[in-house]
């Protein structure tokens, strides 16, 4: 166990649609990373949070968003989802801004139908 | 930019079998290096890293050797085993700046499968 929390585990929904995935980061963890996993593309980077400040954008669509809250638990908006969406959807959170081990949640499997 | 590369998978050994799984890097700066690695239906976990020139990352019978000179990060286990069977990833962790963001960049991953 990572003690980093996702939810929900698995999400089904149709096109068009808007979601919201949340994560709890291991406790003391002031970073939260959020990571897209598909067969195509392998793992990418969407968007990283410090402290509740976005510190680096990575190829995260305008239909996507994220927000890391005073708790520090954050939650990733997708809106207007298309089939090409469906994906494995990590978080994952580390002490620092970066440069040490990260941890990683378990993902949302959310599949556009 | 940071980027990684890892060799094509799947690679497929017999138990006891040596493994080496090859990870280069291209990096600005002075990159941390990371193993990950992914069991079926699990997230990502940590499996080693190296932070700077010819530091020696290992965990689990698994080594991997942080070489600037051939900027390369390559993972090797004498004799593996079917419970090592997953997908591993190499990543960087670098920025370019103080205080900078320092987000992983992953490579497309192995996938190993390890037959009895």
């Known amino acids: 166990d990572s003690g980093v929390t996702q939810t929900p585990k698995h999400l089904i929904t149709a096109t068009g649609q808007r979601v919201t995935l949340r994560c709890s980061p291991r406790s003391g963890d002031l970073s939260v990373y959020w990571y897209q996993q598909s067969l195509d593309q392998g793992l990418q980077f969407l968007i990283q949070y410090y402290n509740g400040e976005e510190r680096a954008k990575g190829n995260i669509l305008e239909r996507f968003s994220a927000q890391q809250f005073p708790d520090l638990h954050s939650e990733l908006n997708l809106s207007s989802l298309e089939l090409g969406d469906s994906a494995l959807y990590f978080c994952?959170?580390?002490?620092?801004?970066?440069?040490?081990?990260?941890?990683f949640g378990q993902g949302t499997r959310l599949t556009v139908v | 930019g940071n980027s990684v590369t890892q060799m094509e998978g799947p690679v497929t050994l017999s138990e006891e079998a040596f493994l080496t799984i090859n990870c280069t890097y291209t990096?600005?700066?002075?990159?941390?290096l990371f193993w990950y690695v992914q069991y079926p239906g699990e997230g990502l976990q940590l499996l080693l890293k190296a932070t700077k020139a010819d530091d020696k990352g290992s965990n689990k019978g698994f080594e991997a050797t942080y070489r600037k000179e051939t900027t390369s990060f390559h993972l090797e286990k004498g004799s593996v085993q079917v419970s090592d069977s997953a997908v591993y990833f190499c990543?960087?962790?670098?920025?370019?700046?103080?205080?900078?963001?320092?987000?992983?960049?992953f490579g497309k991953g192995t996938k190993l499968t390890v037959n009895p």
């Open positions: 990096a600005t700066g002075y990159p941390s």
């Open positions: 990543a960087l962790s670098a920025s370019l700046t103080q205080g900078g963001s320092e987000k992983l960049v």
């Open positions: 994952a959170s580390s002490v620092t801004r970066g440069g040490t081990e990260a941890f």
